[in-house]
């Protein structure tokens, strides 16, 4: 049809179509196609064979686009697009290849043709055309009993299982579950509804009605198959329960169809008249374990409506319910402990969402919350059901699904846990719906009974914000009046903050709508009693760490949820303030005012009623707060509340929001004192809250202005405030630029000129205009100018960056380089700077270059760029700076050939005096001017210049390139090539006379270190300026500016990368190198004349892989040297036109050369594998890739694993490097040491669902390595036993974890007699170990459980109590018993009284017995006998003899063991705070072992070790004078004793560290005066010796 007269735009489009590559050119194409079609009216003429054609080869090609992409969505929108008279012909094409389609398809799998993934391309073509595709359906519908049998086809094939297994039973799962999936939708959509009644013969079937019949009955056989066999995937099973009762629905009427039911549940036999009499026997027949039990309800459940239900509980009210006889199938199943437990621990069934969840006791919550729900519905549509008696609160039904409830609501899966949240809500549903009384007693019996439970179990809270929907809050604080205080105290564990936050949110929303129509006077005093007045009992009295959960958490959830109670909470903080201020009180009021200004739920009348008693003279913040809190909060010593109150004076709601005088004093006040903070994070946020405050103040600054041109009475306010803000910032840049002195630190000079940048990146924005004028009243003279230039020399580059930049934003006038005495002496300063060989001096001869060239004056002659001629041409300023950048490279260029001839003469004598990389920075500075283009009158001298950059950096890389590819750059010092001036050549670096040389030129010591970093500096320039070459070339092929290189150029450039990266050894070297090649290699890809020299490259690689016919261009070292960086360049920058062709090619072949067999190969083969894994490694670590290398993953693992195991040692560690990487790539970067950390993995079903043909090599990998895991356990290598142990952890079966531990203990020697060896018995203790935490851990708060396995680890523990002592000789097995003894029954008070005294005789005889501390583990057994005999110490001291517990602790603090004396103190440590933290005697547990010492080092360093703890400030707040009377006591006692000149300088130095531990103490116990006489008295040691004088000043610090 091209050929005809009468061409339809639509055929030329479809042929280009076909004709493009590109998938965004296709899809561009389609939606002109569509376009075109929508542009149609019925009145065209559609009889002509065109239309047809056209339309065929469309539905062609949406048939062959990918499925769900956007270019098969675009073709099925261009059908949408047809009009009217052509829908039947459009129907009709679609028709065509879907019928053609379906043919080949069932021709394939009868013929058993079909490849692994046909039948999953077939099922993806049919849902195409039934989702969102009108036309797509219609097509479908009016083949649907070809559909169908295809489909059946399909799952008879897939369901004949091979003998054996292989890698395809994945995808034969897969498929499975796919095929009945589409079915399903397919017999929703079209299905034919037969509605037959029971008792009727085939012969009442009429039409397609006799095909359909027997389809479904084979679909109804299939899926009673898969539904009984185990063998299938859960999702599969769960589907064919879902699939029979549609398929049930679409035959039988609602009557027929209610008796089906219950003939299904009660397993009635079937009649032989029924038309499905023997499929349902089959069903029926089958012997359904629990699990097709339970898929078959699932399906039940899901497919029918709730109308059928009802229907079947009317018709058979004097017969058995069947919803009666459902949940009691569940609950009983629920409650089996059968062998089942064996196939859920097997089979790893966990099916969310609607489908199956097991573990251990809890099995099948989801069924059963999904049958409670479809009661619970039933309820609320049929309240005529009488059920009454079935579902009464003290029926066995609910209270059984509350047990269930009980028992899994703090289960360890959060998919269980949220289940028996909705299995909750369904039971209080059904109560309400049932409930004919108004009487909540069941409620309040619920309430009160989870009220009583553990408060840090999480599904607690999920419970209770369910009882808060029905029961009013008053009656829940009535019967837990400390409510809020237990709430509270829960949220600082970690593990439930979230789930105690919500049910806050749940609770403060309920409060508020139950109070919300009472008077305001009653509101606010409810509000007050029942939530503030807690909040404040605890932010007074509490620990730091529940002040810190009330400020962090409480308070901003009631403020958002209760804004109005923002008036009584700052009228209690400014009260506090008054009596009591601390950090927590300072903390909090910026939190609070954060919150309150962001929500804006402040007006001036709430202000008033805040603000009643405070004086009319103070000045008030915002008309809040005395603005002098603010200030306090400014300079405070904690650097959180001093950012958070920046925070709070730079942001706001609205970005044009006024910034106030105070404010604007606050904010000066904060940065004059702030600039030089020494956290990162501190500097990083400040200036972020900079540039918040800078947009404010541009902003409201326009808004001013705005107003001042137009409302007349405000004028002279406006004009006043516009003043300030020009006050303001003429002191916020004062106060910069005078923080930029040469002696200023790093820290100040970086923050100061940060500052600096954010005023005039913001400030000056050209497009808002009365900013800018606001900006031009800054007066900045000639000084600061030259502060900032200054900068440039700076030796952190940032800094030169950021000078650079604000610089740029001055005018030629404020630079003053409309003189040209200042251009020359600026221009020979950078001569002067590029000469230098300091790498710091040629970046800012880089910087100041361009800076010149982009601002100075074009009246004047630019002194770097002498042959430039101004008066010969007529060009615009633009252009000139470009020309004169131009030249400026010419001249640069004759600098650089001089270098290079001295180099090539003398290299020593280039590097002291004629260094050239100085000179290519600021050539690479200049080649950024040239992207504006050139005068064609002057391409010739670009040419040029361009010819001869090239020939000098090849020149230098030359001469250079014998050290930078040296093994060892760093000590290679040749003396032939430094002074000889005939061709190089590569001396032999072993020689001995080159290790001592030292060349001395002109006073210029040449080192080694000397040369190399001139080598490597060089090559960095080199490699830069290609690839500023490579990118110019690409802007100027884009732009047309005629400035690429030529062919022959960019091949020269391409062989010197390639060169480079291959033969380079070094890893420095060709990292530089990467950087430039992929800007070339970005060039060649979008450069039609280059496009296809990087595909040229790949092939040619791969041929010599291939081949195995490595050439010597190819570095052959342990990561492939550059070769790797090679490829990745290459690939990173393969354009999205190009469909990743070159990518796939590489992974493709690259997995087949890594996978070749190494034992059978030689050497270059060997060699090619290592290039292939490690070349694997770069592309699986590139983020770049992203997704694209998931297809690869699978292959990637199988390689890396048969490569560990080859015997080949460079190809085990190249493999081994490929599989870390791949490990990185599934689960993610691992940021925890610990190999079995959570926060990098995922279950077996996501990472098989992902990866499903990692299944069976997994498996078989497993098996292989299981096999002999006894061997593992008992492995003479430690970190064997220690995998070993954990892997068999989750291998037991929680039935049987207490027999398994009590056989493990059985295997342990009774007495030392017993020949085991020591590796036998530290796998057992550690396989115990294992399984005591694990088990404890998964069932916590079941104290039946937990009491039974420690009675008996405690019985057979006591037989075995010998391995503790010095009988035992292995001391890493004696630590391990002492520490699980410790562990589970000492600190749990489970060992008896004489055991617990006869272990603690023999440690304490052990402790005297001196160890050689190089024997493996004995400083862990020092650490575990001192940790146990202070816990049995502490825990036992009424009937242990207190002169012995005295002297035993005495003995471990003065131990000759720094060990023994460590782990002393920090147990004693440990103790204080569980004392301090249980409110016991600190006195009469601690102290009494402390002052009866005579040694006052030890009481000094126990102190400081001990007390003054990080909390101990905060935990000796409370109110028990004893314990502050302690404090004061023993600061007396150091103070005296740092004091005291007589004493040894060691101690005092100790007396003086523990004084400034507890500096909170010096100011709460010693009033101003006494503070002021401490610090006279403390002044003077400083004078005494260095050491004094810097703890002093340490002290007076911390003091201040």
């Known amino acids: 049809h091209q050929q005809s007269d009468r061409?339809?735009?639509?055929?030329?489009?479809?042929?280009?179509?076909?004709?493009?590559?590109?998938?965004?050119?296709?899809?561009?194409?389609?939606?002109?196609?569509?376009?075109?079609?929508?542009?149609?009216?019925?009145?065209?003429?559609?009889?002509?064979?065109?239309?047809?054609?056209?339309?065929?080869?469309?539905?062609?090609?949406?048939?062959?686009?990918?499925?769900?992409?956007?270019?098969?969505?675009?073709?099925?929108?261009?059908?949408?697009?047809?009009?009217?008279?052509?829908?039947?012909?459009?129907?009709?094409?679609?028709?065509?290849?879907?019928?053609?389609?379906?043919?080949?398809?069932?021709?394939?799998?009868?013929?058993?043709?079909?490849?692994?993934?046909?039948?999953?391309?077939?099922?993806?073509?049919i849902m195409s055309l039934l989702e969102n595709f009108k036309l797509g359906q219609e097509c479908l519908g009016k083949n649907s009993l070809l559909v169908v049998e295809f489909l059946t086809v399909c799952l008879t094939y897939r369901m004949k299982r091979p003998q054996s297994c292989s890698n395809d039973d994945a995808?034969?799962?897969?498929?499975?579950?796919?095929?009945?999936?589409?079915?399903?939708?397919?017999?929703?959509?079209?299905?034919?509804?037969?509605?037959?009644?029971?008792d009727r013969e085939n012969s009442c079937l009429i039409g397609d009605q006799n095909l359909w019949l027997p389809l479904y009955k084979r679909l109804l056989t299939s899926a009673s198959s898969i539904l009984d066999q185990g063998d299938y995937l859960h999702d599969s099973r769960t589907s064919a329960g879902m699939a029979i009762f549609l398929i049930l629905r679409?035959?039988?009427?609602?009557?027929?169809?209610?008796?089906?039911?219950?003939?299904?549940?009660?397993?009635?036999?079937?009649?032989?008249?029924?038309?499905?009499?023997?499929?349902?026997?089959?069903?029926?027949?089958?012997?359904?374990?629990?699990?097709?039990?339970?898929?078959?309800?699932?399906?039940?459940?899901?497919?029918?409506?709730?109308?059928?239900?009802?229907?079947?509980?009317?018709?058979?009210?004097?017969?058995?319910?069947?919803?009666?006889?459902?949940?009691?199938?569940?609950?009983?199943?629920?409650?089996?402990?059968?062998?089942?437990?064996?196939?859920?621990?097997?089979?790893?069934?966990?099916?969310?969402?609607?489908?199956?969840?097991?573990?251990?006791?809890?099995?099948?919550?989801?069924?059963?919350?999904?049958?409670?729900?479809?009661?619970?519905?039933?309820?609320?549509?049929?309240?005529?059901?009488?059920?009454?008696?079935?579902?009464?609160?003290?029926?066995?039904?609910?209270?059984?699904?509350?047990?269930?409830?009980?028992?899994?609501?703090?289960?360890?899966?959060?998919?269980?846990?949220y289940q028996m949240k909705q299995l909750f809500n369904n039971v209080l549903d059904i109560h309400i719906a049932s409930s004919d009384s108004d009487d909540d007693a069941f409620m309040l019996q619920l309430a009160s009974s989870v009220l009583e439970q553990n408060w840090f179990r999480r599904g607690k809270y999920d419970i209770l914000s369910s009882l808060l929907k029905y029961l009013p809050i008053s009656k829940l604080l009535v019967l837990r009046p400390y409510l809020l205080n237990d709430v509270i105290y829960a949220m600082i564990d970690p593990n439930v903050t979230s789930h105690v936050g919500n049910f806050l949110d749940m609770l403060f929303t309920t409060w508020k709508n139950e109070h919300r129509n009472q008077s305001s006077s009653i509101y606010f005093e409810r509000l007050q009693t029942t939530w503030l007045d807690p909040f404040m009992v605890l932010l007074k009295n509490d620990s730091s760490s529940t002040k810190r959960m009330i400020i962090d958490q409480v308070i901003p959830r009631l403020l958002n949820k209760i804004p109005e109670s923002l008036q009584p909470i700052l009228s209690i903080f400014n009260q506090q303030f008054d009596t009591e201020p601390n950090s927590h009180m300072y903390w909090g009021l910026i939190k609070i005012l954060s919150i309150a200004l962001a929500s804006g739920v402040m007006s001036q009348i709430q202000r008033k009623e805040i603000l009643h008693h405070i004086k009319e003279d103070i000045v008030l913040w915002n008309g809040l707060i005395n603005v002098d809190l603010i200030r306090r909060a400014l300079h405070h010593s904690d650097s959180q509340i001093r950012l958070d109150t920046f925070a709070l004076l730079c942001e706001s709601r609205k970005t044009c929001e006024e910034i106030h005088i105070v404010d604007l004093e606050l904010i000066l006040f904060f940065i004059k004192y702030n600039l030089e903070a020494d956290n990162a994070s501190f500097r990083q946020r400040l200036m972020t809250y900079a540039k918040k405050l800078m947009v404010r103040f541009r902003e409201s600054s326009r808004v001013m202005t705005a107003q001042h041109s137009k409302v007349n009475y405000i004028q002279s306010e406006v004009e006043q405030k516009l003043a300030y803000y020009k006050v303001f910032l003429r002191q916020l840049w004062k106060l910069c630029i005078r923080s930029l002195y040469p002696t200023a630190s790093f820290i100040r000079r970086s923050t100061a000129i940060g500052l600096l940048q954010i005023i005039v990146e913001i400030l000056e924005t050209k497009d808002v205009q009365h900013t800018s004028e606001i900006f031009a009243s800054l007066t900045i003279i000639s000084e600061e100018v030259e502060i900032l230039l200054n900068c440039l020399n700076d030796p952190f580059e940032v800094i030169k960056e950021t000078a650079y930049k604000i610089l740029m934003t001055l005018t030629v006038d404020y630079l003053a380089l409309t003189d040209q005495a200042r251009i020359g002496t600026l221009s020979t300063k950078v001569v002067n700077l590029a000469?230098?060989?300091?790498?710091?001096?040629?970046?800012?001869?880089?910087?100041?270059?361009?800076?010149?060239?982009?601002?100075?004056?074009?009246?004047?002659?630019?002194?770097?760029?002498?042959?430039?001629?101004?008066?010969?041409?007529s060009v615009s300023d633009q252009e000139h700076r470009i020309l004169v950048a131009l030249y400026t490279i010419k001249q640069l260029l004759i600098w650089v050939h001089d270098g290079l001839k001295v180099a090539k003469s003398n290299l020593s004598l280039a590097i002291t005096q004629s260094a050239v990389h100085g000179y290519l920075h600021c050539i690479l500075r200049c080649l950024s001017n040239l992207t504006g283009g050139i005068n064609d009158r002057y391409l010739p001298v670009w040419h040029e210049i361009l010819t001869m950059l090239l020939d000098s950096c090849f020149c230098l890389s030359d001469i250079v390139t014998p050290f930078v590819s040296h093994t060892s750059p760093e000590g290679y010092l040749p003396i032939d090539l430094l002074t000889n001036d005939d061709k190089l050549k590569i001396l032999p670096s072993s020689s001995s006379e080159h290790e001592d040389f030292i060349s001395n030129c002109d006073n210029q010591i040449i080192t080694p270190q000397v040369l190399a970093s001139y080598c490597?500096?060089?090559?960095?320039?080199?490699?830069?300026?290609?690839?500023?070459?490579?990118?110019?070339?690409?802007?100027?092929?884009?732009?047309?500016?005629?400035?690429?290189?030529?062919?022959?150029?960019?091949?020269?450039?391409?062989?010197?990368?390639?060169?480079?990266?291959?033969?380079?050894?070094?890893?420095?070297?060709?990292?530089?190198?990467?950087?430039?090649?992929?800007?070339?290699?970005?060039?060649?890809?979008?450069?039609?004349?280059?496009?296809?020299?990087?595909?040229?490259?790949?092939?040619?690689?791969?041929?010599?892989?291939?081949?195995?016919?490595?050439?010597?261009?190819?570095?052959?070292?342990?990561?492939?040297?550059?070769?790797?960086?090679?490829?990745?360049?290459?690939?990173?920058?393969?354009?999205?036109?190009?469909?990743?062709?070159?990518?796939?090619?590489?992974?493709?072949?690259?997995?087949?050369?890594?996978?070749?067999?190494?034992?059978?190969i030689d050497e270059n083969a060997r060699n090619a594998m290592i290039h292939a894994f490690n070349i694997l490694r770069s592309i699986?670590?590139?983020?770049?890739?992203?997704?694209?290398?998931?297809?690869?993953?699978?292959?990637?693992?199988?390689?890396?694993?048969?490569?560990?195991?080859?015997?080949?040692?460079?190809?085990?560690?190249?493999?081994?490097?490929?599989?870390?990487?791949?490990?990185?790539?599934?689960f993610g970067v691992k940021k925890d040491r610990d190999e079995q950390s959570r926060k990098n993995s995922m279950t077996g079903r996501e990472f098989f669902s992902r990866y499903p043909k990692l299944y069976h090599l997994l498996l078989q990998i497993i098996q292989e390595a299981t096999s002999n895991i006894d061997k593992c356990a008992h492995s003479v290598v430690l970190r064997c036993r220690l995998l070993a142990a954990k892997a068999i952890t989750p291998l037991v079966e929680a039935s049987k974890i207490i027999q398994n531990i009590k056989e493990l203990l059985e295997m342990l020697p009774l007495s030392e007699k017993n020949c085991l060896s020591q590796n036998f018995v530290h796998g057992v203790l550690?396989?115990?170990?294992?399984?005591?935490?694990?088990?404890?851990?998964?069932?916590?708060?079941?104290?039946?459980?937990?009491?039974?396995?420690?009675?008996?680890?405690?019985?057979?523990?006591?037989?075995?109590?010998?391995?503790?002592?010095?009988?035992?000789?292995?001391?890493?097995?004696?630590?391990?018993?002492?520490?699980?003894?410790?562990?589970?029954?000492?600190?749990?008070?489970?060992?008896?009284?004489?055991?617990?005294?006869?272990?603690?005789?023999?440690?304490?005889?052990?402790?005297?017995?001196?160890?050689?501390?190089?024997?493996?583990?004995?400083?862990?057994?020092?650490?575990?006998?001192?940790?146990?005999?202070?816990?049995?110490?502490?825990?036992?001291?009424?009937?242990?003899?207190?002169?012995?517990?005295?002297?035993?602790?005495?003995?471990?603090?003065?131990?000759?063991?720094?060990?023994?004396?460590?782990?002393?103190?920090?147990?004693?440590?440990?103790?204080?705070?569980?004392?301090?933290?249980?409110?016991?005697?600190?006195?009469?547990?601690?102290?009494?072992?402390?002052?009866?010492?005579?040694?006052?080092?030890?009481?000094?360093?126990?102190?400081?070790?001990?007390?003054?703890?990080?909390?101990?400030?905060?935990?000796?707040?409370?109110?028990?004078?004893?314990?502050?009377?302690?404090?004061?006591?023993?600061?007396?006692?150091?103070?005296?004793?740092?004091?005291?000149?007589?004493?040894?300088?060691?101690?005092?130095?100790?007396?003086?560290?523990?004084?400034?531990?507890?500096?909170?103490?010096?100011?709460?116990?010693?009033?101003?005066?006494?503070?002021?006489?401490?610090?006279?008295?403390?002044?003077?040691?400083?004078?005494?010796?260095?050491?004094?004088?810097?703890r002093v000043a340490k002290l007076l610090a911390k003091i201040s």
């Open 1016 to 1160: 490597w500096r060089s090559m960095k320039e080199i490699f830069l300026i290609l690839g500023s070459i490579s990118h110019l070339s690409q802007h100027s092929i884009q732009h047309q500016l005629h400035l690429e290189m030529s062919s022959d150029q960019a091949k020269t450039i391409g062989e010197f990368f390639k060169i480079q990266l291959c033969i380079v050894k070094h890893v420095g070297a060709f990292e530089l190198c990467y950087n430039g090649f992929v800007t070339y290699c970005s060039m060649l890809w979008n450069c039609n004349g280059f496009k296809f020299i990087p595909s040229i490259w790949i092939e040619e690689l791969l041929d010599d892989l291939k081949s195995c016919n490595l050439s010597k261009n190819l570095c052959s070292t342990r990561r492939s040297a550059g070769l790797p960086f090679f490829i990745k360049a290459i690939l990173t920058t393969e354009p999205m036109s190009a469909q990743k062709r070159c990518f796939k090619l590489m992974m493709t072949e690259l997995h087949q050369i890594a996978s070749k067999d190494s034992n059978s």
């Open 1180 to 1226: 699986y670590r590139d983020t770049h890739f992203g997704e694209d290398v998931h297809a690869f993953v699978c292959e990637g693992v199988r390689v890396a694993i048969e490569g560990i195991g080859t015997s080949n040692w460079q190809i085990r560690n190249a493999a081994t490097l490929l599989f870390s990487a791949l490990m990185n790539r599934i």
């Open 835 to 873: 000469k230098s060989f300091k790498p710091s001096n040629h970046i800012a001869a880089g910087y100041l270059l361009k800076l010149l060239l982009s601002r100075y004056s074009t009246a004047c002659e630019f002194n770097l760029a002498p042959a430039f001629d101004r008066s010969t041409v």
């Open 171 to 198: 995808y034969i799962d897969e498929d499975c579950f796919s095929i009945i999936k589409v079915i399903i939708a397919i017999l929703h959509k079209i299905g034919l509804k037969l509605n037959q009644a029971i």
């Open 7 to 125: 061409q339809l735009p639509q055929i030329e489009l479809v042929v280009q179509c076909v004709q493009q590559e590109d998938t965004l050119s296709q899809l561009n194409l389609v939606r002109k196609i569509g376009n075109l079609f929508k542009g149609l009216t019925e009145d065209n003429d559609y009889q002509d064979e065109q239309w047809q054609c056209c339309l065929l080869a469309l539905a062609q090609l949406h048939s062959q686009a990918p499925c769900r992409s956007p270019l098969q969505r675009a073709f099925a929108s261009a059908f949408q697009k047809v009009p009217i008279p052509l829908k039947t012909t459009a129907i009709a094409s679609l028709e065509d290849i879907l019928q053609h389609d379906l043919e080949n398809g069932k021709f394939l799998l009868l013929h058993h043709k079909a490849k692994v993934d046909d039948i999953a391309k077939y099922l993806e073509k």
């Open 1326 to 1590: 550690l396989q115990i170990d294992g399984l005591l935490a694990s088990s404890l851990y998964l069932y916590p708060m079941e104290s039946s459980f937990k009491d039974e396995i420690l009675d008996i680890f405690a019985s057979k523990a006591i037989q075995r109590i010998w391995i503790c002592t010095a009988k035992n000789k292995c001391p890493t097995t004696r630590s391990l018993l002492l520490r699980l003894l410790n562990r589970y029954l000492i600190k749990e008070d489970r060992l008896h009284k004489s055991a617990k005294v006869s272990l603690y005789e023999m440690l304490a005889e052990d402790i005297e017995i001196t160890l050689p501390s190089y024997i493996p583990g004995v400083p862990l057994l020092l650490k575990e006998i001192v940790d146990t005999l202070i816990a049995i110490t502490m825990m036992n001291k009424h009937y242990l003899d207190p002169i012995k517990q005295k002297t035993l602790l005495h003995r471990l603090i003065h131990n000759h063991t720094d060990d023994i004396r460590c782990q002393a103190l920090q147990s004693l440590n440990q103790w204080t705070k569980k004392s301090l933290k249980e409110d016991s005697d600190v006195i009469s547990s601690i102290v009494p072992f402390l002052t009866e010492y005579d040694n006052l080092e030890t009481v000094i360093s126990i102190f400081t070790s001990v007390v003054l703890t990080v909390d101990f400030s905060d935990e000796y707040l409370a109110e028990d004078k004893q314990i502050s009377n302690f404090g004061k006591e023993y600061f007396n006692v150091l103070f005296q004793y740092a004091m005291a000149t007589d004493t040894d300088t060691n101690l005092r130095a100790i007396a003086l560290d523990a004084l400034t531990c507890c500096t909170d103490i010096i100011l709460r116990e010693n009033r101003a005066s006494d503070l002021g006489n401490f610090i006279k008295i403390i002044v003077p040691l400083a004078m005494e010796n260095d050491d004094c004088s810097y």
């Open 250 to 417: 679409l035959i039988f009427n609602q009557n027929s169809l209610v008796v089906k039911m219950r003939d299904l549940i009660f397993r009635k036999q079937a009649n032989d008249t029924d038309i499905l009499s023997e499929e349902l026997r089959k069903i029926k027949s089958n012997d359904c374990d629990e699990t097709t039990t339970l898929y078959l309800y699932h399906g039940l459940l899901t497919m029918l409506n709730v109308d059928d239900f009802v229907k079947t509980e009317n018709e058979y009210q004097d017969q058995e319910s069947l919803m009666a006889i459902i949940i009691s199938n569940l609950i009983k199943i629920s409650y089996s402990n059968l062998d089942i437990e064996n196939e859920v621990c097997n089979q790893k069934i966990s099916l969310l969402s609607g489908k199956i969840i097991s573990d251990r006791n809890v099995k099948y919550k989801i069924d059963l919350s999904l049958f409670v729900s479809f009661v619970s519905n039933m309820l609320a549509c049929h309240k005529s059901l009488n059920w009454k008696v079935i579902l009464l609160p003290e029926g066995k039904l609910i209270q059984n699904l509350l047990s269930r409830i009980w028992d899994n609501w703090d289960h360890p899966l959060e998919g269980v846990r």
